[in-house]
C-alpha cells in the first residue's frame, strides 16, 4: 500500500475545499438567503396612524410624547384595533452572521456539504476499483464520524438552551419524560431483539467478546469472563435515550412546519407529495423488524434486486428519505417565518393591551429563532445520513448484487497472532464486519426512528393544542 493513497488525496482535496472556498461562499447562507421571505414589525408613526383614538395617551406624560415622540417611548395598545400589515422583506445574508446559532448552522452545511462529496467519491471509485477497498485505509470514516459529532453538537446545544433558564420548567419536564420513557423502551427492544428486530446486536456483542479473548490471549494479557450482555445492553439503551432527548423539539418543530407548510397556497403537487412522503419516510424503520426482514427475504417483492443484500436495501431507502427532508426545508423554514402573520391575527382576537416594544420585539422573534429552526430541521436528517455512512462503509455493503455477501473475518485470530500484517490491523480485526453491522444498525433506524415517527405523527396531529399544553415558547 502507497503512502498517497486516493483516500489521502480525496481527504487533502475535501479539506482545501473546506478551509479556501467555503468560509468566503458558504453553502449555508445561501440555503437560508434563498428566497426566504421575513416580516418587519411596524413601526411607532404606522401603529399610531392605525389606532389613533386607542392609543392610551391620556396622562400629561403620555401627551408630552404625543407631541415630541422618540424612538424611546413606550405606548400602549388595545389588541383588537391592530389593523396594520406587516411588511415582508427577502432574508439578507448580512442579517444572518447576527443571528444565534448561525455560526454552527454554517459550520454544519458546509461540512456535510464536503462530507458528502468525499462519499460520492468515494463509492464512485471502490464502484469502479472494487480490488482496491481492501488495500487502503478508508479515510471517508473519519469524515462521517466528524459529521455525526458535529450534527450531535449542534442539538446537544439546543437542547442545553431549556435546562440554562428557571422559565423553560415545561420543556426541561418534556425531556426528562422523553428520556425515561425511551430509555424504558428502548432498554425492552434491546433485551427482545432476537424476536423484535434484525439488527444483529446479540451476534455482534458475541463476535466481539470473542475476537476481543483471542486477541487478549495472543498477547498474554488476561481478559475478565463476560456472561450477559446486560452491561452491553444498558450503555446502549441510555446512549439512544439521550438521542432520542436531543430529537423531541426538532421532532415537534418538523410537525408544525408540516402543518403550516401544507396550510398554505403556495404548494403545488410535488411539493405535497414530498412533505407526505418526508414525514412518513421513518416507517422505513419497518424494515429492521424481523417478521418484515423475513418476509422481504422469502418473497423478493418487486424492489428488491435479485441477490441483493436487505442491508443494502436498507442503507438505500434511508438515503432517499434524507434527500426528501432535505429537499422539503424550504416550504417547512417558510412556513416558520409566516407565524408572523398568524401571530397579529392572533393578537387581533384576544383582549387587553400591548405596548410598541412588546409588539415589536413579538413579531421579531420569529426571525431571530429563523436559524435556530433550520438547526432543528438539517440536523436530524444529517445525522442519519452519516450514521448511515457509516452502516454502508464500516458494514461492507455494496450496491452490486455480487459483492453483497456478508465477508468474514479472512482469518483467526490465533493464527493470525504471528503475522506483522495481523498486528497492525487487530483494531479492524476486533471491530469487524460483524460488530459494526450490529452496532450501527441501531444508530441508522430501528425503535429510534419508530419514535420519532410517533411523536411526529401525534404532535402534527394534535397541532396547537400540543404546543400550547408543553409550553414551547420557540415558535
Request: with cysteine.
Amino acid at each position: 500500500m502507497g503512502i498517497v493513497s486516493f483516500q489521502f488525496v480525496l481527504t487533502l482535496v475535501a479539506a482545501s475545499i473546506l478551509h479556501r472556498m467555503l468560509p468566503k461562499r458558504s453553502l449555508g447562507l445561501w440555503l437560508l438567503s434563498r428566497g426566504y421571505v421575513c416580516y418587519l414589525p411596524p413601526s411607532d408613526e404606522e401603529l399610531l396612524k392605525c389606532v389613533k383614538k386607542s392609543a392610551q395617551l391620556t396622562s400629561r406624560r403620555n401627551r408630552q410624547r404625543r407631541l415630541h415622540p422618540s424612538d424611546d417611548a413606550v405606548y400602549q395598545f388595545s389588541k383588537q384595533h391592530l389593523s396594520f400589515e406587516l411588511r415582508p422583506r427577502l432574508v439578507s445574508k448580512n442579517e444572518l452572521v447576527y443571528l444565534p446559532f448561525c455560526e454552527e448552522f454554517l459550520w454544519m452545511i458546509d461540512f456535510a456539504f464536503v462530507t458528502f462529496i468525499v462519499f460520492a467519491c468515494s463509492e464512485l471509485f471502490y464502484l469502479l476499483s472494487p480490488g482496491r477497498a481492501n488495500q487502503e485505509v478508508n479515510l471517508s470514516v473519519v469524515w462521517y464520524l466528524i459529521m455525526a459529532c458535529v450534527c450531535l453538537k449542534n442539538m446537544f446545544r439546543m437542547t442545553a438552551v431549556y435546562f440554562h433558564f428557571n422559565d423553560a420548567k415545561g420543556e426541561r419536564s418534556l425531556c426528562i419524560a422523553t428520556g425515561v420513557l425511551s430509555f424504558f423502551i428502548i432498554m425492552t427492544l434491546l433485551l427482545f431483539s432476537d424476536q423484535v428486530l434484525d439488527v444483529g446486536i446479540r451476534e455482534a456483542f458475541d463476535n466481539f467478546t470473542l475476537t476481543t479473548a483471542d486477541f487478549y490471549a495472543a498477547h498474554d494479557i488476561r481478559y475478565p469472563q463476560v456472561g450477559s450482555p446486560a452491561t452491553f445492553y444498558f450503555n446502549l439503551a441510555w446512549m439512544l435515550a439521550l438521542l432520542s432527548v436531543l430529537l423531541t423539539f426538532p421532532c415537534f418543530r418538523l410537525a408544525r412546519t408540516y402543518k403550516d407548510a401544507l396550510e398554505s397556497n403556495g404548494l403545488n403537487a410535488l411539493q405535497r407529495a414530498a412533505l407526505h412522503f418526508s414525514l412518513l419516510g421513518p416507517c422505513c424503520c419497518l424494515l429492521w423488524c424481523r417478521p418484515v426482514a423475513e418476509r422481504l427475504l422469502e418473497s423478493k417483492p418487486f424492489f428488491l434486486i435479485p441477490h441483493l443484500d436487505l442491508g443494502s436495501v436498507r442503507v438505500l431507502v434511508v438515503m432517499i428519505f434524507v434527500a426528501f427532508r432535505l429537499s422539503t426545508a424550504g416550504p417547512c423554514l417558510q412556513a416558520y417565518l409566516n407565524l408572523a402573520s398568524k401571530k397579529i391575527a392572533q393578537l387581533r382576537t384576544e383582549a387587553g393591551k400591548i405596548s410598541n416594544k412588546d409588539l415589536s420585539a413579538y413579531i421579531s422573534s420569529v426571525f431571530i429563532y429563523f436559524v435556530a429552526v433550520a438547526n432543528q430541521y438539517y440536523a436530524p436528517p444529517l445525522f442519519l445520513f452519516s450514521v448511515n455512512c457509516l452502516l454502508k462503509t464500516l458494514g461492507n455493503y455494496s450496491w452490486l448484487p455480487a459483492d453483497s455477501q456478508l465477508t468474514a473475518v479472512s482469518m483467526t485470530p490465533s493464527s493470525a497472532a504471528k503475522d506483522d500484517l495481523w498486528r497492525m490491523t487487530n483494531f479492524s480485526t476486533i471491530f469487524n464486519v460483524t460488530v459494526n453491522r450490529g452496532l450501527w444498525n441501531n444508530f441508522s433506524s430501528p425503535s429510534l426512528q419508530a419514535m420519532r415517527q410517533a411523536i411526529s405523527a401525534w404532535s402534527s396531529g394534535s397541532g396547537d393544542y400540543f404546543h400550547r399544553a408543553f409550553a414551547v415558547n420557540w415558535h
